[in-house]
């Protein structure tokens, strides 16, 4: 596996934990979560966070420079 889709796997796992985590905390009772939204705004939240990452690229990887000076 390349080091950018590491990278972007990484974030967007990352991502879909804190929007769990987040949309549970809404609820005053454990009982009230309503999980088909947990998981539904969960996995939104990590397929934008990769097409987010494709989109803008990773700063935590370093672009490869080409070899011979050419753009």
């Not at 609820?27 to 097409?51: Q, R």
């Amino acid at each position: 596996m390349n080091e950018f889709v590491k990278a972007a796997l990484i974030r967007a796992v990352r991502t879909v934990a804190q929007t769990a985590v987040a949309t549970i905390g809404t609820t005053a009772v454990i009982s009230e979560v309503n999980w088909k939204m947990v998981v539904s705004a969960s996995l939104l939240a990590g397929l934008l966070s990769i097409l987010t990452s494709i989109a803008t690229g990773l700063p935590e990887v370093e672009p490869k420079e080409v070899v011979g000076g050419a753009p």
